[in-house]
């Protein structure tokens, strides 16, 4: 089982800064997709970044530049920092991992079918 625990969401003004962290425990593979997705009421969950195990990344059109996702490997945390935050980036931040990840299968980053494990989610709200 693997467990996933956001944190670091929080209000900010447009144009402001947010770093969200996601704290992997339990056993994990060493071949994954990690990837943060976010929420607004009565919409489809989006797939925001991703991150795979072999450092290869994957960014929303709509956050491409914006947004950074990385991980500490030896922490077990993935992040988002999130810069030059809009109002339209208000919702709930969640973090989600497939693991393990199998050779040879092909995966959709940005569809939450993707993905066996999920956290509880941070909520973001970004003021104008």
């Known amino acids: 089982q693997v467990q996933l625990v956001e944190s670091g969401g929080g209000s900010v003004q447009a144009g402001g800064s947010l770093r969200l962290s996601c704290v992997v425990s339990g056993y994990t593979y060493s071949r994954y997709c990690m990837a943060w997705f976010r929420q607004v009421p009565g919409k489809e969950r989006e797939g925001v970044a991703a991150?795979?195990?072999?450092?290869?990344?994957s960014y929303a059109t709509s956050v491409n530049g914006r947004f950074a996702i990385s991980q500490d490997n030896a922490a077990k945390t993935l992040y988002l920092q999130m810069n030059s935050l809009k109002p339209e980036a208000t919702a709930m931040y969640f973090c989600?991992?497939?693991?393990?990840?199998?050779?040879?299968?092909?995966?959709?980053?940005?569809?939450?079918?993707?993905?066996?494990?999920w956290g509880q989610g941070t909520q973001v709200t970004v003021s104008s």
């Open positions: 991150i795979d195990s072999n450092g290869s990344r």
């Open positions: 989600a991992a497939l693991q393990p990840w199998q050779r040879g299968i092909t995966i959709i980053w940005y569809s939450r079918e993707s993905y066996n494990y």
